[in-house]
């Protein structure tokens, strides 16, 4: 049984590397076509008005910080980004950065949906929902600077609590900052090279929600044949076997 589990780790490795190398020479160029192809401009930061659906989400804001202060209270488990995204373990130490998943990747979270069922509504006003969870990140933390995968996703920030003074808690898109209020919706790109400080001895949370871009044909169809190809990759489904295990753990700690 070792020796199976031994040979499918070493093929999953294999096949990653190979997507990786293949990723990493096509996502340029697809990128390039995919901004060309976008229904509201290239910027790093947009202005959320071209997102009438943001207006909702910031109406909302009390129902889905209520549902946040229920978790914290009962201090429900929440993972480290690193221990569920093979991804995100270059730039996420130890547990200064947390996510509470209610999709991730496409997927439905159901356990997480189930702890937060307001808040997993109001995500239906999303069109071309990806993912959404409650990005936790930790007095002091440091988010160094990195890139996304595609431009086929953009991401939107519900901010839920938000440290002051303000602007030394931030975030730097290209060549724009920006800085995070309670019930106030932040929408980037973050396939610009992007980094996070939180200078404050509060924490900082974001309903973290990633949505397709808008594009005109054929950039919508190849997008979406990309976007498919990273669904079904070893590196999001790790992270979903992982989320899994996560959940069942803790599941079985609560019992």
Same mark, same amino acid.
Not at 96 to 118: H, K, M, T, V
Not at 143 to 162: N, S
């Given at each position: ?12 490795? %294999? /096949? ?7 990723? #990493? /020479?096509? @996502? ?19 202005? /959320? ?14 129902? %889905? ?8 209270? !009962? =201090? ?5 980004? *690193? ?14 950065? !947390?996510?509470?998943?209610?999709? +991730? ?6 356990? +997480? ?26 007095? +002091?933390?440091?988010?160094? *600077? ?5 431009? *086929? ?29 309670? $019930?106030?919706?932040? %929408? ?13 001895? !509060?924490?900082?949370? %974001?309903?973290?929600?990633?949505? #397709? &871009?808008?594009? *005109? ?5 190849? $997008?979406?044949?990309?976007? +498919?190809?990273? &669904?079904?990759?070893?590196?999001? !489904?790790?992270? @979903? =076997? ?8 803790? #599941?079985?700690?609560?019992?």
């Amino acid at each position: 049984m070792k020796e199976m589990a031994s040979a499918e780790a070493a093929r999953d490795k %294999v /096949k990653r590397s190979a997507l990786y190398r293949t990723g #990493k /020479k096509l @996502r340029p160029l697809l990128n390039r076509y995919l901004a060309r192809n976008s229904l509201v401009g290239n910027p790093p930061v947009f202005d /959320k008005r071209l997102f009438p659906w943001t207006a909702e989400l910031e109406a909302a804001w009390p129902v %889905v910080r209520a549902e946040l202060d229920r978790l914290l209270e !009962q =201090r429900t488990p929440i993972p480290a980004l *690193r221990d569920i995204s093979p991804d995100h373990r270059r730039i996420a130490a130890g547990n200064a950065w !947390q996510s509470f998943f209610l999709w +991730g990747y496409g997927y439905r979270i159901d356990n +997480g949906c189930r702890q937060c069922p307001e808040t997993a509504r109001l995500l239906s006003v999303v069109p071309g929902l990806n993912s959404a969870f409650f990005s936790i990140l930790a007095p +002091g933390a440091h988010i160094p *600077r990195h890139t996304g995968v595609t431009k *086929r996703i953009m991401t939107c920030h519900l901010g839920v609590m938000t440290p002051t003074p303000a602007e030394r808690c931030r975030i730097q898109v290209g060549d724009e900052t920006a800085c995070w209020g309670d $019930g106030q919706c932040l %929408v980037f790109d973050d396939t610009y090279p992007h980094e996070v400080w939180n200078d404050t001895e !509060q924490t900082r949370v %974001v309903l973290l929600i990633q949505f #397709k &871009r808008p594009l *005109r044909l054929p950039g919508r169809l190849l $997008g979406d044949l990309f976007l +498919g190809a990273v &669904r079904h990759s070893p590196f999001v !489904q790790e992270a @979903r =076997r992982n989320l899994a295990a996560w959940d069942e753990a803790h #599941k079985l700690l609560d019992d």
